[in-house]
């Protein structure tokens, strides 16, 4: 049987971050994103999340170009074609190129709805069996080291399993080497989002000595070559990001040696079935994997739970709880995080429900398509 979807709309939000997110690249303070809900003959809704900025640091996409790309071509192929199962759809949005984030936004939201009207937890839906996952935390660029150190105490002191530390060329060595110095066993990683060349493969192999889990995108976002010489020349593990955009990607990172870890972002990949598959290589390879995270609200939050149920998440990801993001998330409950661990919820669908009133408030505009 397939997916009678009825309606598809856009809801387009801006939110205030509790902490304001710095990179490499920039700080972010508020965030702007859609909401996908795709709703069913019997009113039956599903959610996604776009993960895409309003500016376009860390892939090409943005704000902007995912609602084009949803508007004026993948909705159209969605109420041009039958979906039988939500694997049907990344199919169906291949004759479009890249865009992943938009695709993957629309992509959830059937994912979301398939897994209601099956009356199951979408974890189950995309063959996850974890009833509790582990997650990690990211933190920003801070102003001054001892700023670092403090709030890694306190999320340390929150349970948190691992802790990535962003890095950028002068803020980096010196940094590290005083988080390892005052947390002699702590997991840690550190995340470059591709601020260096190889002309830094010296300064970098410094990391060896620091006993990191992994070292995230050092060098240029759609590059794989430089990173298999420093990965050669590192025994620190090299994990990708930005540079893993499908199976096919991790397929070639992993013959030519560039990396030992995959960060898989659903929306990077363009949506959950592109993950699974990913993670299904993984998983068939010995190549450990986790769930990267993108800021998201309550809803993109819950997705990413619900795949890293999958056997071959077997790091912490970056799925903090809500409140490390926001005053108030988008969901009830919101994503809550104890001794390291989010308990994965048993109801259909992501889960969590959308709180309307929340939603509304966050709203700045609504689009909605109808299906004949
Ligand atoms: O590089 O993993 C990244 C946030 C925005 C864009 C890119 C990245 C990140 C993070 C934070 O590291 C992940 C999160 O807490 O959601
Ligand atoms: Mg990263």
């Not at 949803?70 to 192929?77: C, K, S, Y």
């Not at 919101?334 to 308990?343: A, M, R, S």
Request: charged letters at 25%; a negative charge.
């Amino acid at each position: 049987m397939s997916i009678p979807i009825k309606q598809i709309k856009l809801h387009k939000l801006s939110m205030r971050l509790n902490n304001p997110f710095t990179t490499s690249f920039g700080t972010l303070k508020d965030k702007e994103f859609f909401i996908t809900e795709a709703v069913d003959e019997d009113g039956k809704r599903g959610f996604g999340e776009s993960v895409a900025f309003t500016s376009p640091w860390y892939t090409e996409e943005t704000v902007k170009t995912n609602e084009h790309i949803m508007e004026d071509f993948l909705i159209p192929i969605l109420q041009k074609n039958t979906i039988a199962h939500p694997d049907d759809v990344s199919s169906l949005f291949s004759s479009i190129r890249r865009n992943n984030m938009a695709k993957a936004a629309l992509e959830g939201a059937i994912w979301d709805l398939y897994a209601k009207r099956e009356n199951m937890p979408l974890s189950e839906a995309l063959g996850g069996t974890k009833k509790n996952i582990d997650v990690g935390i990211s933190i920003g660029i801070q102003p001054t080291t001892q700023d670092l150190l403090d709030v890694i105490e306190k999320y340390v002191r929150e349970g948190y399993k691992r802790i990535k530390i962003k890095i950028k060329p002068g803020r980096d060595i010196d940094v590290l080497k005083e988080v390892r110095y005052h947390f002699p066993d702590l997991p840690i990683m550190a995340d470059a989002n591709s601020a260096y060349t190889l002309q830094d493969i010296e300064h970098l192999k410094k990391m060896d000595e620091l006993n990191l889990m992994m070292l995230e995108q050092p060098l240029a976002h759609d590059d794989i070559v430089d990173h298999a010489k420093l990965q050669a020349a590192m025994d620190t593990p090299i994990c990708l990001d930005e540079s893993i955009h499908s199976l096919e990607d991790v397929k070639k990172a992993n013959q030519l040696g560039s990396c030992k870890i995959i960060n898989i972002k659903i929306g990077r990949v363009g949506g959950l079935t592109e993950a699974k598959r990913i993670h299904d290589y993984c998983e068939k390879n010995n190549i450990p994997v986790w769930c990267g995270g993108m800021l998201e609200a309550g809803v993109g939050r819950a997705h990413n739970v619900a795949l890293t149920t999958l056997p071959q998440f077997i790091l912490p990801g970056d799925t903090a709880g809500s409140s490390h993001y926001w005053q108030e998330d988008i969901i009830q409950p919101e994503v809550e995080v104890n001794q390291g661990l989010i308990h994965v919820p048993d109801k259909p669908g992501i889960g969590y429900e959308v709180d309307e009133k929340i939603l509304k408030k966050a709203t700045i505009d609504v689009k909605t398509f109808n299906f004949h």
